[in-house]
């Protein structure tokens, strides 16, 4: 079993920054790769950003790209999510995702809310 928890959403104006934090502990050792989701009121669930535990090879969804910026620090068993240049529609519940070949464990999930 693993246990992801997140941190550091707010509430962030437009354009500004935040910094997301995912603490992996239980069989962290067991993930193959970490990532960011996020859902919108009324939307899908989506893939923001990831990046794989060897070699961190990393990922972004367009909408994402040159704002976001992913990283992990495998001795600490942490993901990052850089956030910069936010906009309004980044607003969502960012959650932390894990990967095992066999199952994907998902945390709790963090309010980040970009508005005047």
């Known amino acids: 079993q693993v246990q992801l928890v997140e941190s550091g959403g707010g509430l962030v104006q437009p354009g500004g920054s935040l910094r997301l934090s995912c603490q992996a502990s239980g069989s962290s050792r067991s993930l193959v790769s970490m990532g960011w989701y996020r859902q919108a009121p009324g939307k899908a669930r989506e893939l923001v950003a990831a990046?794989?535990?060897?070699?961190?090879?990393?990922k972004y969804a367009d909408s994402v790209k040159g704002r976001f910026t992913i990283s992990r620090d495998n001795v600490k068993s942490m993901v990052y999510l850089q956030m910069n240049s936010l906009k309004p529609e980044d607003t969502a519940v960012y959650y932390c995702?894990?990967?095992?070949?066999?199952?994907?464990?998902w945390g709790q999930g963090t309010q980040v809310t970009v508005s005047p």
């Open positions: 995702t894990g990967s095992t070949y066999e199952v994907d464990y």
């Open positions: 990046i794989t535990n060897v070699g961190g090879n990393t």
